[in-house]
């Protein structure tokens, strides 16, 4: 497969613009958040099975007093502040997410690694193929950005543990992070532009 690259003008409100650190990291985070189950949970001293009898009697008996063998004091006991099921997601502004997407690509277009191609038209969809295209470009570690599903190439970059493929609604600031190249066909990139223009 032939990839043609081509040298587009890239919009200075979108490439342009000046990074913002502290954005990044923020949505960064979010993403991370997100992601998270929030189902670790321990068993405290109520959920314990047992314990519904009082061990021995209050006084008298010379031990110190207890009233169940399920006490976080006792082998076999509830844990005292153990984790519980939570939610762990919050959502950043709106407005702050579109400008560290800005910031993300402006990022790599300070870098030199933004590669806009005419399109990317693969025979089969196999690993091989996405491969030897991805060496004709000189890149590793790519997020592929298309403008509309395309199955051949998602399933041909599906085993490159370097390469994810993503359509421009699906663009976020984790995986622009991750990826050492941006690769963007023609179609997307325009997708982008007006997706972010002010």
Same mark, same amino acid.
């Given at each position: 497969?032939? @990839?043609? @690259? @081509? *040298?587009?003008? &890239? ?6 613009v000046?990074?913002?650190?502290? +954005? !990044? $990291?923020?949505?960064? @985070?979010?993403? %991370?958040?997100?992601?998270?189950? #929030?189902?670790?949970?321990?068993k405290s ?6 314990? #519904?009898?009082?061990?021995?009697? *209050? ?8 009233g169940?063998?399920r006490?976080? &004091?006792w082998?076999? #006991? ?23 997407l800005?910031?993300?690509?402006? +990022? ?12 990317l038209? /693969? ?10 295209? %991805?060496a004709? %470009? ?5 997020l592929i950005? =298309? ?12 085993? =490159?543990?370097?390469?994810?493929? /993503?359509?421009?609604e699906? &663009?976020?600031?984790?995986? %622009?992070? $991750?990826?050492?190249? =941006? ?5 997307? !990139?325009?997708? =982008?532009?007006?997706? !972010?223009?002010?």
């Amino acid at each position: 497969m032939e @990839v043609r @690259v @081509v *040298q587009p003008k &890239l919009s200075e409100q979108i490439f342009g613009v000046r990074p913002r650190e502290h +954005l !990044l $990291h923020q949505i960064v @985070v979010m993403q %991370l958040r997100n992601r998270r189950a #929030g189902t670790a949970a321990t068993k405290s001293k109520g959920f314990v099975r047992g314990g #519904g009898k009082k061990p021995w009697r *209050q006084k008298g008996t010379g031990r110190a007093r207890a009233g169940s063998i399920r006490s976080p &004091l006792w082998v076999g #006991g509830g844990t005292i502040f153990g984790p519980q099921p939570r939610d762990y997601s919050f959502r950043a502004p709106r407005k702050a997410r579109r400008e560290a997407l800005r910031s993300a690509l402006s +990022l790599k277009n300070r870098e030199g690694q933004i590669i806009v191609v005419d399109k990317l038209d /693969l025979d089969e969809g196999k690993t091989k193929l996405m491969a030897q295209a %991805l060496a004709e %470009l000189k890149v590793s570690s790519a997020l592929i950005v =298309l403008s509309e599903p395309e199955e051949k190439i998602e399933r041909s970059a599906r085993n =490159l543990p370097k390469v994810k493929v /993503l359509r421009v609604e699906g &663009l976020n600031v984790y995986d %622009l992070l $991750h990826y050492e190249h =941006l690769i963007l066909t023609e179609g997307a !990139l325009k997708l =982008l532009e007006e997706r !972010l223009a002010a």
